[in-house]
């Protein structure tokens, strides 16, 4: 008894600091379009009570980044599209001056990991699709003249539609279109040691095609029939999209780009398939494979960064009922269902 006791104990302490070595890969989104949301400075508190120390904001909003980087939380800061237009057109000088004005003023460099300039530009009407290297070009010059060139890391997210192929996963491709934008970026990624940021959500997936998309496979469910592809075997939508991403990656030639992901999630409401259970069975699956560092089947051992959405439900935000029902925290503090993200 006393012997299985002290080897409990012994399993906890090593499952406690294999845990703790992956500190932080695991960071939240937070989205603010919403109107019952807590102040900047709660949302900071909240996420530091769960031992989670890295967060995405989708825009610099002065207050948010004043209220995160004041409580030592690592972060993500989206450059809105709105903004490639002048960025892509100022040259390193006036892209300088929009960064120190828009973003560092607010946080200091050491607590901005990477720059996500535009979100999903590649995805619709592709409006500020010529302008992202440019911009991203003109930002990395900034910061490499204000000698913070591997500190703040510039990169974009994209939607997993940037996709065309992505089954089996080593068929995937990206698409011929948008092949014209993403050569130079790719380039740039590989040149600056810089992530691409992929937002995805098996949810979504199973929800647009539910009569191919296993509810299972989306949900790393253990009767989810597993694809064989290859020499390698998928039991889950996630792992199948990272991989069918590094696929594409390689047939471009640049199979040494590493992938973060910058959304995914599950909602906890909107759809049938939308529940707390579901929503806490996929999260915390996300976190222990980030917390565990195992990578994906083509990249075994290699941690993918993983940022969940979304912090708050947003009642803000348009479209589908889902959509505003991404929340693990309510406005109160409290989890919208049990999950451990430390
Ligand atoms: C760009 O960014 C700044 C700072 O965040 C903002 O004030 C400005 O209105 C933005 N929009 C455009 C179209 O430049």
Excluded at 15 to 23: N, Q, R, S, V, Y
């Amino acid at each position: 008894m006393a012997t299985r006791l002290s080897l409990y104990l012994l399993c906890h302490v090593l499952l406690t600091a294999i845990a703790a070595a992956g500190d932080g890969k695991i960071g939240i989104c937070h989205g603010r379009v919403g109107g019952n949301l807590p102040p900047p400075e709660a949302a900071a508190a909240l996420l530091l009570q769960n031992g989670v120390t890295r967060a995405r904001l989708f825009l610099p909003d002065p207050p948010v980044l004043r209220a995160f980087a004041a409580a030592g939380i690592d972060l993500v800061v989206g450059v809105p599209n709105e903004n490639l237009t002048f960025l892509a057109a100022s040259g390193p000088d006036g892209a300088a001056r929009w960064l120190s004005s828009a973003v560092l003023a607010h946080a200091p460099a050491e607590r901005v990991r990477y720059l996500a300039v535009g979100n999903e530009v590649l995805y619709g009407d592709r409006f500020y699709a010529a302008s992202i290297v440019p911009a991203k070009r003109n930002l990395h010059a900034a910061l490499a003249g204000m000698g913070l060139d591997g500190v703040v890391r510039v990169s974009s997210a994209h939607a997993s539609s940037v996709l065309a192929a992505s089954y089996p996963p080593s068929a995937g491709a990206f698409d011929a279109e948008a092949l014209p934008v993403l050569r130079p970026m790719l380039r740039f990624l590989a040149d600056t040691g810089a992530p691409f940021m992929v937002n995805t959500y098996p949810f979504i997936s199973y929800v647009n095609d539910p009569a191919n998309v296993e509810l299972a496979y989306g949900l790393f469910g253990a009767a989810a029939a597993p694809v064989q592809d290859g020499a390698l075997v998928y039991t889950n939508l996630f792992d199948a999209t990272v991989d069918a991403l590094v696929a594409a990656l390689e047939k471009e030639g640049f199979g040494g780009v590493q992938v973060a992901v910058t959304e995914t999630g599950w909602p906890t409401a909107g759809h049938p398939a939308a529940m707390p259970e579901n929503a806490a069975a996929y999260n915390a699956e996300i976190v222990g494979r980030a917390a565990r560092g195992v990578g994906t089947p083509r990249r075994p051992g290699v941690p993918v960064e993983v940022f969940l959405f979304d912090m708050y439900d947003e009642d803000g935000k348009p479209g589908a009922e889902f959509e505003r029902h991404f929340g693990i925290f309510r406005a109160d503090g409290s989890k919208a269902y049990d999950i451990n993200l430390a």
